[in-house]
C-alpha cells in the first residue's frame, strides 16, 4: 500500500476541513452561566431594594395610630440660608389613647391638581417648641406625648415637586414608638 499524496497546505479529501469536539471535552459555557448568574443577583437585589423603600404601606397602620389625631394642619414656607425655600407642615398631634407615645413616624403624600401622587415621604413627627427666642423642633422621644395630651408639630421639607397642587398634604401614621 502506497502512502497517500498531499500537497502542502492542501489537506487531502479524506481529511475534513473543520472537526467538532470530541465527545470527552467539556463545553465552556462560564461566560454564558456568569452573565446569568449577574442579572439574576440585580434582578433579587433591585426587588430587595424596591420593598425596602416603598415602606410598611402594605403593612398597614401600627394598632396604636388610631388613637393619635392629627388637627389645625397648615403649611407655611420660608427661606433658608443658601436662599432656597423651606415648607413647613405644622399642626396640632392629641394622644386619645391611654399609653404615652415616644415617636411617631408618618407618611406624608402630597397630590397634584389631577389628585395624583406629586411626592411621598416618611418622616418622624416632631415637636414645635417655643420656649426660646424662635420656634424650634424636638424630637418626641426628648418629650413624650402623654395619654390626653396635644402638642404642636412641625415637618420640615427642603423640596417639594412642581406638580403638588400647593393644598395640605394627607398624614398617616406608619410607625408608633410607645414609651
Known amino acids: 500500500m502506497a502512502p497517500e499524496k498531499t500537497t502542502l497546505g492542501h489537506p487531502s479529501a479524506a481529511e ?5 469536539p470530541s465527545a470527552g471535552e467539556p463545553q465552556r459555557n462560564w461566560p454564558m452561566v456568569v452573565g446569568l448568574a449577574i442579572v439574576v ?6 426587588t430587595l431594594i424596591w420593598r425596602s423603600l416603598r415602606g410598611p404601606e402594605g403593612q398597614g397602620p401600627p394598632s396604636y395610630a388610631s388613637h393619635l ?4 394642619v397648615k403649611l407655611s414656607q420660608a427661606q433658608n ?3 432656597g425655600t423651606v415648607t413647613y ?5 392629641s394622644n386619645a389613647g ?5 415617636a411617631v413616624s408618618v407618611n406624608v403624600t402630597f397630590r397634584n391638581t389631577l389628585d395624583e401622587v406629586a411626592q411621598r415621604e416618611t418622616l418622624p413627627v416632631r415637636i414645635l417648641d417655643r420656649s426660646g427666642p424662635y420656634p424650634d423642633t424636638v424630637d418626641m422621644r426628648l418629650r413624650p406625648l402623654a395619654p390626653g395630651q396635644q402638642r404642636e408639630f412641625r415637618l420640615t421639607f427642603e423640596h417639594l415637586s412642581s406638580d403638588w397642587n400647593q393644598q395640605a398634604p394627607e398624614l398617616r401614621v406608619v410607625g408608633v414608638s410607645l414609651q
Open 16 to 20: 475534513p476541513l473543520f472537526q467538532p
Open 81 to 83: 440660608f443658601v436662599g
Open 89 to 93: 407642615v405644622e399642626g396640632a398631634i
Open 98 to 102: 391611654d399609653k404615652p407615645v415616644a
Open 69 to 72: 389625631k392629627f388637627s389645625d
Open 41 to 46: 443577583a440585580v434582578l433579587v437585589g433591585g
